[in-house]
């Protein structure tokens, strides 16, 4: 399987295998100058990944502007779009972002999952991406907010599927709860699960992927680096944002040692891992530079032997 290989999802939209994830663009933890933001979109298009994940939380804004400016001239046929609703920004003088160090500060998240919040920050995308529409729209982290996603914010996305505005709705979060339920109880065609199907977690494979098959919802794979520790598992690496504990490190020493026997590199495995799953249709990583973009794309094409999976069975 190759990086730009297209996969057909339930509503017919074409995306890669590997595709473009966009926190970077905000400058999660650390700045990233605007230029390199082009640079990483172009390297991405050329390379073939044609899939694009977004948010207004990312940067309050700043990488959905910084997208459309980057793909300014290029043909709509050539690249698929993914947002996200229920932060609407709205203006504020005195909200420091301390995660995005390149956040437009003059404007705060507000948590709405109403539908007229829905409609509103589509609004509020597409004028910062400068794009008349957007093929997907993630529900975005409603982990306290799961019925209002399902009883407001569902019900008008699915209106706005039947009219065309949109051609198919998400749910994106990082826990698999929800996303299950709203599977169970909602007609959505994604999920975009972060961390939770990776080489050292595989939470969603008990009930969401399953849930995943059993209703045709196509699943995208992200942080599959669980945040570091699978691209490097050294003492104070990151696993889920936080330095991780003795046990999880050294169980990713553990995977590793078994691919390197194989002369496998960790990140190859961690980036195609997902895949072997058939609710997973791409797998989601985040860059900051073209260079990480041509990284990836090696890694990932990288062929894996079958007896290497079959070794790690028994650590994962």
Not at 150 to 160: C, G, S, T, V
Not at 263 to 281: E, G, N
């Amino acid at each position: 399987m190759k990086h730009n290989q297209k996969v057909e999802l339930r509503t017919g939209i074409k995306i890669s295998r590997l595709s473009l994830g966009t926190a970077a663009f905000g400058g999660l933890y650390k700045s990233v100058a605007e230029e390199d933001c082009t640079a990483t979109i172009d390297a991405a298009l050329d390379s073939g990944i044609n899939f694009i994940d977004t948010a207004p939380h990312y940067g309050k804004g700043v990488a959905e502007r910084r997208i459309g400016q980057a793909l300014l001239g290029r043909a709509r046929s050539s690249f698929v779009v993914s947002t996200k609703i229920g932060r609407l920004l709205v203006p504020s003088s005195d909200d420091i972002d301390e995660f995005f160090m390149d956040a437009d500060n003059t404007v705060e998240r507000k948590l709405d999952f109403s539908s007229s919040g829905v409609r509103k920050s589509l609004e509020q995308s597409l004028e910062k991406l400068g794009l008349d529409s957007v093929e997907i729209l993630f529900i975005h982290d409603p982990d306290d907010h799961a019925d209002e996603a399902i009883m407001q914010a569902y019900p008008e996305l699915d209106r706005m599927r039947s009219e065309g505005i949109i051609k198919a709705i998400g749910v994106g979060m990082n826990q698999c709860e929800t996303p299950t339920r709203v599977i169970k109880e909602t007609d959505i065609d994604m999920v975009l699960i972060a961390g939770r199907y990776s080489l050292l977690d595989q939470r969603a494979e008990e009930e969401l992927l399953p849930a995943a098959l059993s209703r045709n919802v196509d699943v995208i794979a992200a942080g599959v680096f669980n945040s570091g520790i699978l691209a490097n598992p050294v003492e104070g690496a990151t696993y889920d944002y936080v330095p991780a504990s003795k046990q999880i490190l050294s169980k990713a020493i553990r995977i590793k040692e078994v691919l390197t026997h194989h002369k496998v590199s960790l990140t190859s495995a961690a980036l195609q891992f997902p895949l072997r799953h058939p609710a997973v249709k791409s797998v989601l990583v985040g860059c900051r530079s073209a260079a990480e973009v041509k990284r990836n794309c090696e890694d990932f094409d990288k062929v894996i032997d079958a007896q290497v999976w079959q070794d790690l069975v028994r650590i994962l």
